[in-house]
């Protein structure tokens, strides 16, 4: 069980290594390979590093608790995803091309006209909310150690860490992005390999539904505290399509996009993305289905250790250190995307470094990964609960921007910022008040900021042809 554990995560550490060899001792090719990435390789990073932690252990907790009504994160979220891309990610990357910056916020505060001030403002925000967002992927790692092997929790957050520390500060996003192929691939058998096994166990998937049809509610397309309310089930699958849409305020996600070596090849990269995500994805929600019926019976445990737990009652002890390695590299894969869009945030979008400088890179990168591990063993709440919030928190930050920007209009900074407040105070009132059980915690907070920022720089517009039509 360990040695196959410890077996794939060589291989990984190996091949983020070895992207070292590759390296270029510049920024553009620290913090975006040189913009030399194939589609394949893009599509297959994204998706890696998108379904992080959260799908392994914070997912499938979900779906063990609430069943069949959870398809609709699955569905909001990838529908949301497609669309959005449709439109976005192509001027991100020609925005991108245009210009010699290599970060996310840099490149949004370029697009907007607004000076150095988005730039610094989006690259803050972005930091305290990734290196959270990273804390909680090695907690993942962590908890899913501690139940198969025993280990404190500290260890597999100590593990995760140096593992991603060692190949990011040798390779940059060149090591995380050839990491992540591997890590998808990995990801990807390691979860068809435990479903496969639980329908043939159970006997097949008939078997299956006769169990939960004996779970009251499992099967029910709707939670039950909105079943009986048509609006409430009507809004909420579209509440889910705006979660999916907050992928574009993701700048370690995006990033990837921005990589690709030809704004043209957009189209081929977003294929192999949707076409992995949607298989892992499912696999993942079958996961959780099934884990209600082999471990129903275990009335005192945390639902996030799910898909451990199960793979300890029904694989060998190899297939077992498979799954283990497949939930640590989906965490991996995430990590060390964040570690280095945080250390682009501090070297490029903060303090504006002109040169390029191994050593301080380096050091940033290690302090990133040292806070980042820091407050992972501070803070042992729930993976999904973590993720949602900084998911949902970068989305309501940057989207409306984003959009705003991709439909050509502008607007000024003082929108940008009475917009962000509007939709950070509405989100923790609908989160104070548990408005969020009834719909994804983001929708209102995005609607009302958009609304605003949409509005105000129709205004702006307004205004400008009426000064102009008076000159004229």
Request: aromatic share 14%; proline share 3%.
């Amino acid at each position: 069980m360990i040695l196959s554990f410890l077996i794939i995560l060589l291989v990984i550490a190996l091949v983020g290594l070895s992207a070292g060899r590759l390296s270029k001792p510049n920024k553009a090719d620290y913090y975006l390979a040189g913009k030399s990435l194939s589609p394949w390789i893009v599509g297959l990073s994204a998706m890696a590093t998108n379904n992080s932690g959260y799908m392994f252990i914070g997912l499938i907790g979900f779906t063990y608790l609430v069943g069949l009504p959870s398809i609709w994160l699955m569905i909001g979220w990838i529908v949301g995803d497609f669309l959005i891309s449709r439109t976005v990610h192509k001027k991100i990357n020609q925005a991108a091309t245009e210009n010699s910056n290599v970060t996310y916020a840099s490149v949004i505060g370029a697009w907007s006209g607004q000076g150095q001030f988005i730039t610094k403002f989006i690259g803050l925000l972005s930091l305290i909310f990734l290196i959270v967002y990273a804390s909680a992927q090695f907690v993942s790692g962590g908890k899913t150690l501690m139940v198969i092997f025993g280990w404190d929790l500290w260890l597999g957050i100590g593990i995760g860490s140096i593992i991603v520390f060692m190949y990011t500060m040798v390779g940059g996003i060149r090591a995380s992005i050839w990491t992540d192929v591997v890590q998808a691939f990995v990801m990807v058998c390691s979860m068809t390999i435990l479903v496969v096994t639980c329908f043939l166990s159970l006997g097949g998937i008939n078997v299956a539904i006769n169990e939960w049809l004996l779970v009251d509610n499992f099967l029910n397309f709707f939670p039950p505290e909105i079943e009986h309310s048509i609006f409430l089930k009507a809004i909420y699958p579209v509440s889910w399509l705006v979660a999916g849409l907050f992928v574009i305020g993701q700048p370690h996600i995006m990033v990837r996009f921005m990589a690709l070596k030809d704004p043209e090849l957009i189209e081929r990269a977003r294929y192999h993305y949707y076409f992995w995500y949607l298989i892992f994805y499912f696999l993942a929600f079958c996961v959780g289905m099934l884990s209600k019926i082999y471990l129903d019976s275990h009335n005192t445990f945390d639902p996030e250790l799910a898909l451990p737990m199960m793979a300890l009652e029904l694989l060998s002890p190899f297939m077992i250190g498979v799954i283990i390695a497949g939930i640590f590299a989906a965490t991996m894969s995430t990590a060390d995307s964040l570690i280095i869009n945080c250390s682009g945030n501090i070297s490029q979008d903060l303090f504006k470094s002109k040169n390029f400088s191994s050593a301080q890179i380096k050091l940033i990168t290690f302090a990133v990964a040292s806070v980042s591990s820091a407050i992972a063993l501070m803070n042992n709440n729930s993976v999904f609960l973590i993720v949602i919030y900084a998911w949902t928190l970068l989305g309501i930050s940057f989207a409306p921007l984003i959009i705003i920007l991709s439909m050509g209009k502008k607007i000024t900074v003082k929108t940008y910022v009475i917009g962000l407040i509007i939709g950070i105070v509405s989100f923790l009132i609908i989160n104070h008040y548990d408005i969020n059980k009834f719909i994804y915690g983001g929708f209102i907070p995005f609607c009302l900021n958009f609304s605003y920022v949409y509005l105000k720089s129709q205004k702006n517009k307004l205004n400008y042809q009426i000064k102009k039509s008076k000159l004229v």
